[in-house]
């Protein structure tokens, strides 16, 4: 049964610290996405990569937020300093891509920043 | 960029019976329309798409219309049971080349055993 993980699912960091949140996307997708929800934005996309390239990471506060794709296994999204306002449920999605337009969700990461 | 509007935000019904949960889009270039169930402490799992190439798509008890004139879609559930409980999205592709999807606000369906 193929889904993507997410670590960790839960984590409460202070204010400052950084956190760091992996992804493994479902082996052979190509596409992988980093969502934001909270109670008052819903679900806001925060970056897109498409063959580990990052193809647009334009909803993401650029001071603090970066994402990467180490390799095709893996991706992360990483906030330094964090702040108590990046306090949400982050949610990695992968898809095949190549035509197909499906997005699969993770579990989510529960961040909580005091 | 699109904009995704979702009603009602509330929605209970009886066990057996018919939900129906109504979504607009701002862009008519959008052409891939999802939905999303998310049940507490879970991340949203994908339940049925449509894209506009169709006018309605059917899985079992759910179905989902989609009016491209009008730029409206539904999602329509029927013989309701009590684990259709839940958070349903319904979204829509961006058709800028980024694959991005815009979610609405969510409606919560209560089904009432």
């Known amino acids: 049964d193929a889904r993507v993980t997410q670590t960790p699912r839960h984590k409460v960091t202070e204010m400052g610290q950084e956190v760091t949140m992996r992804c493994q996307p479902i082996?052979?997708?190509?596409?992988v996405f980093w969502y934001r929800q909270t109670m008052m934005q819903g679900l806001e996309l925060l970056a897109y990569?498409?063959?580990?390239?990052?193809?647009?990471d334009s909803g993401m506060p650029k001071d603090r937020f970066s994402a990467e794709m180490p390799d095709a296994t893996l991706a992360t999204l990483k906030i330094q300093p964090s702040e108590p306002r990046d306090s949400a449920v982050y949610f990695c999605?992968?898809?095949?891509?190549?035509?197909?337009?499906?997005?699969?969700f993770g579990p989510g990461t529960r961040l909580t920043v005091t | 960029g699109e904009n995704v509007e979702q009603h009602p935000s509330t929605l209970s019904v009886q066990e057996g019976d018919s939900a129906v949960i109504k979504c607009t889009y701002s862009?008519?270039?959008?052409?891939?329309f999802p939905w999303y169930k998310q049940e507490l402490g879970k991340g949203p799992q994908l339940i049925i798409d449509?894209?506009?190439?169709?006018g309605e798509k059917k899985d079992q008890r759910i179905a989902v219309t989609l009016n491209k004139t009008a730029k409206h879609f539904s999602l329509h559930i029927t013989e309701t049971q009590p684990e259709d409980s839940a958070v349903y999205f319904c979204?829509?592709?961006?058709?800028?080349?980024?694959?991005?999807?815009?979610f609405g606000t969510g409606t919560r369906l209560t089904v009432i055993p």
């Open positions: 999605a992968s898809g095949p891509g190549t035509g197909a337009y499906e997005q699969y």
């Open positions: 862009d008519s270039a959008s052409n891939y």
């Open positions: 449509i894209r506009s190439n169709v």
């Open positions: 990569f498409r063959n580990r390239a990052p193809l647009d």
């Open positions: 082996l052979g997708h190509n596409t």
């Open positions: 979204a829509a592709m961006d058709q800028t080349g980024a694959n991005n999807l815009f």
